[in-house]
């Protein structure tokens, strides 16, 4: 069934840091419609699609007024009588009308308001949920397994810490509803145990999480687990850690620049540091250890961390290109998935299926400054990622997508829980939680 396009409309709207970004509405013939606004970034990978930004003095120069006259004019213009039906094909022709590999022309944020919206339509058109319309495959969603911030630094809590974030992971849950239960009473205990250590407790971070000016990067891993424990959960048993390192955002040369500690690092006493956290505490995924195009480093790291989830962010940036490099140097064993990182619901699509014809997991991200659309989850359990990353348990463009999930998770009795065995690498994760 043809899904004829009949009016894109787009407009200047705002993420949670305030920041302009793209929403945009797709009306189709028959009256269905799809609507979408896109996040963007703090900790960007250099190797991302192009945001398109105005420059000069409105909001610091982040305007995105022209990124929407490129999607109300020469996009709408294109895609007016298309399909709708037809993603790879509207995606085809986004990229295509752009020109360039990485989106500068239009602008990432222009297109992927368009193709999201697009998607948005095409399954209101058919009468199905986001999730149903994308699915590969029939059977009962599988909703994915959470990584809920609790505490963070880098980019995201300007830099009171040099780690960007470090999460909990509820292994144990055996449903959505309880694994976001758990984090919340984790998120509540380390307030508790902020205060107790002399720290306010009351300062938040970009996506939700708590922030404070620690001794160390090790003692906001401490905070977690002892959270973790006065929480009444087991760490390990119940409840993992995981870290996202973002090392591209403190590297200094081939160096490496803990600034909360006044220390340098090489890249051994880094990936050697980051070793002794995870014999110490129960962390089962490490996010961007070392630098985005340090090769070597990654090499290390893969060797020394095999036995957790080694996630690429920056290394990938949601890129086949990337993907496919990193799996042939057999670096990494997870990738962070995020669709503006790409600018099309096509590629990310692909690029998921690329990872998981490898055997790397995947784990769909949000980003630091994000929206209230919920279409994230969907985007999770249509594509079946088997993990969601989207900040923390509070803050409403967190919870928009925690709280999609629990709807389906009530709406639908067959839906099924992502567990534990979605964490690469999976075959070593008992080990891993038998670590002291």
């Not at 307030?191 to 971070?205: I, P, Q």
């Not at 409403?396 to 709406?411: F, I, Q």
Request: glycine share 10%; aromatic share 4%.
């Amino acid at each position: 069934m043809a899904l004829k396009i009949e009016r894109v409309l787009a407009w200047e709207a705002l993420d949670s840091r305030g920041t302009p970004t793209v929403a945009c509405a797709i009306s189709l013939a028959g009256g269905a419609e799809g609507q979408a606004a896109v996040p963007s970034g703090a900790s960007t990978g250099s190797h991302e699609a192009h945001e398109l930004r105005d420059g000069g003095s409105r909001f610091g120069g982040k305007g995105v007024r022209s990124a929407v006259a490129a999607v109300n004019g020469e996009i709408a213009q294109a895609l007016r009588g298309g399909d709708a039906g037809d993603q790879e094909a509207t995606d085809d022709l986004l990229r295509h009308l752009d020109g360039t590999p990485t989106l500068e022309r239009l602008g990432a944020n222009a297109v992927l308001a368009v193709s999201t919206a697009c998607a948005l339509a095409a399954a209101d058109a058919h009468g199905l949920p986001l999730w149903r319309y994308l699915a590969a495959e029939e059977g009962p969603p599988l909703l994915p397994l959470p990584m809920v911030n609790v505490l963070s630094g880098g980019a995201h809590a300007g830099g009171l810490i040099d780690v960007q974030d470090v999460l909990v992971v509820p292994v144990g849950a055996g449903s959505f509803a309880e694994a976001i239960e758990w984090a919340a009473r984790i998120r509540a205990a380390a307030v508790d145990v902020f205060r107790e250590r002399g720290n306010s407790g009351a300062l938040v971070a970009d996506e939700g999480g708590l922030a404070a000016a620690l001794s160390s990067n090790r003692e906001a891993i401490t905070v977690v687990a002892a959270a973790i424990e006065r929480s009444g959960l087991v760490p390990g048993e119940q409840v993992a850690i995981a870290v996202d390192v973002a090392a591209t955002q403190f590297q200094e040369g081939a160096d490496y620049r803990f600034a909360v500690e006044d220390r340098s690092l090489r890249r051994d006493e880094l990936v050697a540091e980051l070793r002794s956290w995870c014999d110490e505490y129960p962390i089962v995924s490490v996010e961007d250890p070392v630098g985005e195009d340090d090769t070597d480093g990654w090499k290390l790291a893969s060797e020394r961390l095999a036995d957790v989830q080694l996630l690429g962010d920056d290394l990938f940036v949601t890129s086949t290109e990337r993907l496919a490099a990193g799996i042939a140097n057999g670096i990494a064993n997870a990738v962070l998935v995020k669709p503006n990182q790409v600018g099309t619901l096509s590629d990310t699509r692909r690029l998921i299926e690329l990872a998981r014809s490898a055997g790397y997991a995947t784990v769909l991200s949000a980003r630091s400054g994000d929206t209230e659309d919920s279409w994230l989850a969907d985007l999770a359990v249509g594509w079946r990622t088997g993990q969601l990353k989207v900040g923390s348990t509070t803050r409403s463009e967190r919870t928009a997508k925690w709280n999609r999930l629990l709807r389906l998770e009530s709406e639908y009795a067959e839906a099924r829980f992502a567990g534990r065995e979605v964490l690469a690498p999976a075959q070593d994760f008992t080990a891993a939680m038998l670590r002291p």
